[in-house]
């Protein structure tokens, strides 16, 4: 069974950073596309950022970019997303998001995804 597990949200001021993780269950998280994505109230469930099975590709929506980072460690079945430079309107429930493909391009469609983690909340004062 694979089990995405998110932790890491809280309450920030803006402009301070936060370190989400999710760690995966299984033993496939290498083969694992891998990505973060948000919902705030009212809103519809967004890409926030992606990185391929390897490592090798990552994708940033354009409102994050130069902003959060996505990583993955294949050994701790883990990634992460560092979130630097916080703004009130990143404030959302993060959810981590897996899908077992070894290509290069990231899905950007919450559809595209078969495992999904509980999500954590982030929350932005200004």
């Known amino acids: 069974q694979v089990q995405p597990v998110e932790s890491g949200g809280g309450l920030v001021q803006a402009g301070g950073s936060l370190r989400l993780s999710c760690a995966v269950s299984?033993?496939?998280?290498?083969?694992?596309?891998m990505a973060w994505f948000r919902q705030a109230p009212g809103k519809e469930r967004e890409f926030v950022a992606g990185?391929?099975?390897?490592?090798?590709?990552?994708y940033y929506a354009d409102s994050v970019k130069a902003r959060f980072t996505i990583s993955k460690d294949n050994a701790k079945n883990t990634v992460y997303l560092q979130m630097n430079s916080l703004k009130p309107e990143d404030t959302a429930v993060y959810y981590c998001?897996?899908?077992?493909?070894?290509?290069?391009?990231?899905?950007?469609?919450?559809?595209?995804?078969?495992?999904w983690g509980q999500g954590t909340q982030v929350t932005v004062s200004s």
């Open positions: 998001a897996a899908r077992s493909f070894r290509g290069s391009t990231i899905p950007l469609s919450p559809g595209a995804y078969d495992y």
């Open positions: 990185i391929s099975w390897n490592g090798g590709t990552t």
């Open positions: 299984g033993r496939t998280f290498s083969t694992y596309v």
